[in-house]
């Protein structure tokens, strides 16, 4: 059995049809603007509608097919892009109050690259305030629900966008993945979703959480879009210190190569506290890999069992001194008093939603004197061993796989009482964050109430090729995906 | 697993303070619980033997990057300001910094 084709049409047969002008950039927008507001009421993927913006940047791209102009890799084709990425002159919120109403005085690079590529962004999406979460219920806007079942979350933090994308709102979405926040939605929604090798993308305008583990990323339908995708953000930006100066490999190239002699490891930590419908997804992802000419091992990192402790600490470490900005003086709320830090204060404590003062506060008391060797010293040894041993099993494999995310799509409300069974919905994909290596979730079959599994491909930093071409085989070996109870119709 | 550290609601408040926020007794009684499950959970990493190991604080090896030095037009000052809660004189308006003597 073959994947299905997509609900919203792949992006690549989109741009294809509007540059060779079977069909019209207006039309496409049009079409998706009509199934956002006929479903976004119920699913809520989106904080943001650029119903003008998007009409007018598809205007753009029609003139340039009428002028015989080459409108771009994606031309017209509708992007929706995570509410912390900025957009010059549009509200950019983070899903949080305290920048409620503020719009950026420029782009994020990720950004121009999508229009420079013919893309229309049609509108920003919900997330977990500041990306922090992983259900999209700590939205300072109220939840988005799972198009596959609206009484469960989309997974978070990059929820919107992989609901949008589902739902076929949007055929391509960018998220941002600090611990998951791009796999693990994709996986509870049922697209593909894919976290490049730390520095291959530029951070500049995506709103900072945690800067050594952050990376820009896309959500799509199909493999060959996420890796279109990523070809057209990745590469070199002089305004992004940590952006890598080598241009991002090329990934469109080397869809088609197959996994004949590719040494293939299943990762015990990443499938062992997997519920049994996505652990036996695995197995059955690993028996389609070995099918297509790969050789198949086990492979234990059990330093990746300390990865889950040590993200906790570092993430909210370096969210808590990048969220120090929030002080109301240069944007976003103020709350009046009569001295600056009173006034600084009351402003974070009316503007930030309970799991971001959580993560600062964790942040901030691992970091504090006494603390600081115990908590966050510790954890940054950890993840040198981490990495070490990562480079260890990369000797011996070219891909690793595993579970994105321990269970499928779970209830509203389900976790929000517990931080800790909310964090462990990451347990499977901070290691490659730590690492900065890319990893990528793809839907393969559903658990006995239908819902979407998700199985990752993880590879070395700068593996995005060899990543790609088993995502490829595993895409075409996938049970096929059943359509989302709310969609574009 | 080591137990979990005791943070008490005068601990909560201290970091509270060094974090700027302004939080009820409800708020720290709440997060000194949360923190102190969290913490507990990380023991397994503080009770690791990490000797001779160099911390990571980054996954890729940083070097100093440079550009040519040359004039770019800047962010439009108008446009930045008028994101800002309070302006006066094209400056960022805050409340009194220095007090008066006592």
């Not at chain 1, 992983?134 to 997974?155: I, K, L, M, Q, Y």
């Not at chain 1, 069992?305 to 001194?321: N, Q």
């Not at chain 2, 007794?25 to 397994?44: I, K, P, S």
């Amino acid at each position: 059995m073959t994947g299905a084709p997509p609900p919203g049409g792949s992006a690549l047969d989109l741009a294809r049809s509007v540059r060779d002008g079977s069909t019209s950039a207006a039309e496409v927008v049009e079409r998706h603007l009509s199934a956002i507001d006929a479903v976004d009421g119920e699913l809520h993927a989106f904080v943001t509608v650029l119903h003008d913006g998007a009409r007018a940047e598809a205007a753009a791209v029609d003139r340039a097919v009428a002028a015989g102009e080459d409108p771009g890799p994606l031309a017209g084709v509708p992007v929706a892009v995570k509410d912390n990425l900025c957009t010059r002159g549009v509200p950019t919120t983070c899903s949080s109050r305290i920048l409620e109403g503020w719009c950026p005085p420029y782009d994020a690079t990720v950004v121009e690259r999508l229009r420079a590529a013919g893309a229309v962004v049609i509108g920003k999406t919900n997330l977990d305030e500041f990306a922090m979460g992983s259900s999209t219920e700590n939205s300072a806007f109220g939840p988005t629900r799972n198009p596959h079942d609206p009484s469960r979350v989309p997974g978070g933090s990059s929820g919107g966008s992989a609901a949008a994308v589902a739902a076929g709102l949007a055929p391509l979405a960018l998220g941002s993945d600090t611990g998951g926040s791009i796999r693990q939605p994709a996986a509870l929604c049922g697209v593909v979703g894919m976290k490049p090798t730390y520095g291959a993308v530029s951070r500049y305008g995506l709103v900072a959480f945690a800067s050594s583990l952050d990376q820009v990323g896309p959500l799509t339908t199909t493999v060959a879009d996420s890796a279109l995708l990523f070809d057209v953000i990745g590469g070199q930006d002089r305004r992004d210190s940590t952006c890598l100066e080598r241009p991002s490999p090329r990934c469109t190239a080397a869809l088609s190569e197959g996994v004949q002699g590719l040494r293939v490891g299943v990762l015990t930590e990443l499938v062992e506290g997997a519920d049994d419908a996505v652990a036996a997804a695995v197995r059955q992802a690993a028996d389609a890999l070995v099918a297509g000419g790969a050789g198949l091992e086990e492979c234990s990192i059990p330093e990746l069992r300390h990865g889950l402790s040590a993200y906790y600490l570092l993430a909210p470490a370096e969210a808590s001194s990048n969220l120090a900005r929030y002080d109301g003086v240069r944007y976003g709320l103020r709350v009046e008093a009569d001295t600056v830090e009173e006034m600084n204060a009351r402003t974070r404590a009316a503007g930030f939603g309970p799991e971001v003062k959580r993560r600062i506060m964790l942040g901030t008391y691992a970091l504090s004197a006494g603390y600081y060797d115990a908590y966050y010293g510790q954890a940054q040894k950890v993840r040198t061993l981490i990495l070490n041993a990562f480079d260890r099993a990369y000797q011996r494999f070219d891909v690793l796989l595993g579970a994105t995310s321990p269970t499928t799509a779970f209830a509203l409300g389900a976790r929000v009482d517990d931080p800790w069974a909310m964090y462990m919905s990451d347990v499977c994909t901070v290691p490659s964050n730590l690492a900065g290596h890319p990893a990528m979730s793809l839907p393969f079959g559903t658990d006995g109430a239908g819902l979407p599994v998700g199985v990752q491909v993880l590879a070395p930093a700068l593996g995005e090729p060899v990543m790609f071409r088993a995502a490829a085989v595993l895409e075409d070996a996938a049970p096929a995906r059943t359509l989302p109870r709310v969609r574009a119709t | 697993m080591a137990a979990e550290p005791r943070l008490t609601r005068d601990d909560a408040a201290y970091v509270a303070r060094l974090a700027r926020i302004d939080l009820t007794d409800e708020e720290l009684d709440r997060y000194a619980g949360q923190l102190a499950t969290v913490l507990g959970h990380a023991a397994d990493i503080a009770a690791l033997d990490t000797e001779g190991v160099e911390p990571t604080a980054h996954p890729l090896p940083l070097r100093n990057v440079t550009r040519p030095d040359e004039p770019q037009p800047s962010l439009d000052r108008a446009e930045v300001l008028a994101q800002a809660p309070a302006v006066e004189d094209s400056r960022f308006r805050v409340p009194r910094i220095l007090a008066e003597a006592p």
